[in-house]
Each structure stands twice: as structure tokens, then as C-alpha cells.
């Protein structure tokens, strides 16, 4: 064959490798985590995220402005609650973190698409993403009573203006209770976004001190996905699609790029990759010590996951990667 087929040929210039460039990074893949806590002009740096913020609602509007004028069309929303309980009512009162975030920010910015996450674990006491049995110090979260706190949360997040509902808690059957809920409350336009296939995963770090969320005991296994296994990720998204879900997530993204193909060749929905608090560190901890090439390792990670089959994009480095697409 040789010299017949010279690949090197379509490599020559940049000219003539955009043009047989397969696949294409906008901002319109790119979907910006925030964390809304109580008070008024509070901007609180987590410390194992540089540049990730826990913002009163006040300043979470002058950040979704800034989001909307760098052209992302999409920011998800999570909340620390002054006080948490067993009820997590943090999670479903009208005034909880999320709800009050969602409208101020609807208001500021109506065509900025506000995502809620839907989950308890930031308004438990005990920090696991459901009930317990009383006397559990394990965090067995009871499956079927949670879904109806999943309901409530989802309801009231789409009454104080929450375009996409997503619900992250890998309860069985939340997908279906959320859309019932929902459905009934006269939602029934609001999309879910579920969490599909999340996995019981120690990249989840940093993102525990941003949302103070961790498990006071025991660990999320029993209803996170275990690390080896992606045929199973297979059987979450079908249940979630019979379930109702308009799009689908992969959460983390950078060990499981093979969960996001395997997905994508799965399913004609929508998929969404969440780059997670610990990938975002793990980034801003070599740079700042001058060992990579921050700009470099960030959009060569978001191509991949869009290679791997990622519409969407959940990642803390939406900003910095918005503003690098422009030059
Ligand atoms: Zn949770």
C-alpha cells in the first residue's frame, strides 16, 4: 500500500484539518454548575475547586448573566440549605436554596435554560440522598418513600421556574414518580434530565465540600453504580427512557468515556457527560503548579467527550473553555 495512502496528506495545514475535523466543541454544549447558599453578597471559594464559588442568590444572578453573555445557554443549579433535617426540607420547601436561585435567576435572565438538580442529600441530616430506616448507620436509603420527597422537590422546583428537572439520586423508579408528579402539577412541558447511569465514585471529593453534602456515615454504594460495570449503565438508561426521561447523563465522565459511547450507540436521546468536581480539580491543582497546559488539557478533554458521544457538557471549566472559544 505504501506510498499509496498517506494520511499525513489531510494533516498538511489547518485549513485542511478543519475541514475533516469530525467532531466540534461550541458553547452550546456547555452547561455551568452552581451552589446557592443563604445570605446576600456572599461569594465563598471551595477550597479544592480555585475559581468555584458557593454564591448567595444575589451574586448566582450576576453569574448567570455572565454565563448568558459568554453564549452558554444552560446553568444547573445546587443548594446548601441553612438547616437540614430528616424530611430534607430544604430540598422541597418553596424557599429552599434551589427554588429561590431559580426564580431570581428567571427573572434576571429568562432565556438562560435553569436546570435543577434533584436530590436530597444536600438537605439531609445525614447527608444520604434519601430516608433512612430509623437507627440505619449504614445508608440503605429506603427506595419507595424517597420517590414521593423526589416528587415534592421536582414539583416546587418547576413552580419557582426551573426549565429541566434533574434528578440525580438513582432511586428506582424516580424518573417515573418525577414525571407523574410533574404531570399532575401541570408541567407536564418541563423535560427530565436524569441522572441515568452515576456511579458510587471517589471523584466525587471536592464537589462534597462545595455542596457540604458528604455521607455523615456509611457510603453511597447501595444505590450508586459500581465502577465495573457498564452493561448495567445499559440497563438504567432503558429503564429511565420507559420511565419517561427526555435526555440521559453519564456522571463521571472522564474514567467512563466508554459508558458515554456505549449510551450514545444506545439510545437516539440527548446525552449529557458531567465532568466532575474531581476531574476539575485534579486539572486546576497541576496548573497551578505549572506542570500542564491548563488550556490545552481542558479542550482536549472536552472534545473527547464529545468524540465518545456527549451532547451536552456539565463542567465547572465552562467559563474558561466559553472564553477560549472565542480567541
Ligand atoms: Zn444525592
Not at 62 to 85: H, N, Q, R, T
Not at 258 to 267: G, H, N, P, Q
Request: with cysteine.
Amino acid at each position: 500500500m505504501f506510498p499509496t495512502h498517506r494520511p499525513r496528506r489531510l494533516r498538511k495545514t489547518a485549513p485542511l484539518r478543519r475541514m475533516v475535523r469530525e467532531n466540534v466543541l461550541t458553547t452550546s454544549d456547555l452547561i455551568y454548575p452552581l451552589f446557592a447558599v443563604p445570605g446576600t453578597s456572599i461569594a465563598h471559594e471551595v477550597r479544592s475547586m480555585p475559581g468555584v464559588y458557593q454564591l448567595s442568590v444575589d451574586k448566582i444572578v450576576e453569574e448567570a448573566k455572565e454565563v448568558y453573555d459568554l453564549g452558554i445557554p444552560s446553568i444547573i443549579l445546587f443548594g446548601i440549605p441553612e438547616d437540614k433535617d430528616v424530611e430534607a426540607t430544604g430540598a422541597w420547601h418553596d424557599c429552599g436554596m434551589v427554588q429561590k436561585a431559580a426564580t431570581a435567576v428567571k427573572e434576571a435572565v429568562p432565556d438562560l435554560v435553569v436546570i435543577a438538580d434533584t436530590c436530597l442529600c444536600e438537605y439531609t441530616s445525614h447527608g444520604h440522598c434519601g430516608y433512612l430506616e430509623v437507627g440505619d448507620l449504614t445508608g440503605r436509603v429506603l427506595n419507595d418513600p424517597t420517590l414521593e420527597l423526589l416528587k415534592k422537590t421536582a414539583v416546587s422546583q418547576a413552580k419557582a421556574g426551573a426549565d429541566i428537572i434533574a434528578p440525580s439520586g438513582m432511586m428506582d423508579g424516580f424518573v417515573q414518580a418525577i414525571r407523574a408528579g410533574l404531570d399532575e402539577a401541570g408541567f407536564e412541558e418541563t423535560p427530565i434530565l436524569s441522572y441515568a447511569a452515576k456511579y458510587a465514585s471517589a471523584y466525587y471529593g471536592p464537589f462534597r465540600d462545595a455542596a457540604d453534602s458528604a455521607p455523615q456515615f456509611g457510603d453511597r454504594r447501595t444505590y450508586q453504580m459500581d465502577p465495573a460495570n457498564a452493561r448495567e449503565a445499559i440497563r438504567e438508561i432503558e429503564l429511565d427512557i420507559a420511565e419517561g426521561a427526555d435526555m440521559l447523563m453519564v456522571k463521571p465522565a472522564l474514567a467512563y468515556m466508554d459508558v458515554i459511547y456505549r449510551v450514545k450507540e444506545a439510545t437516539n436521546l440527548p446525552v449529557a457527560a458531567y465532568n466532575v468536581s474531581g476531574e476539575y480539580a485534579m486539572v486546576k491543582a497541576a496548573a497551578l503548579n505549572g506542570w500542564i497546559d491548563e488550556q490545552r488539557v481542558v479542550m482536549e478533554t472536552l472534545i473527547g467527550f464529545k468524540r465518545a458521544g456527549a451532547d451536552l457538557i456539565l463542567t465547572y471549566h465552562a467559563k474558561e473553555a466559553a472564553r477560549w472559544l472565542q480567541g
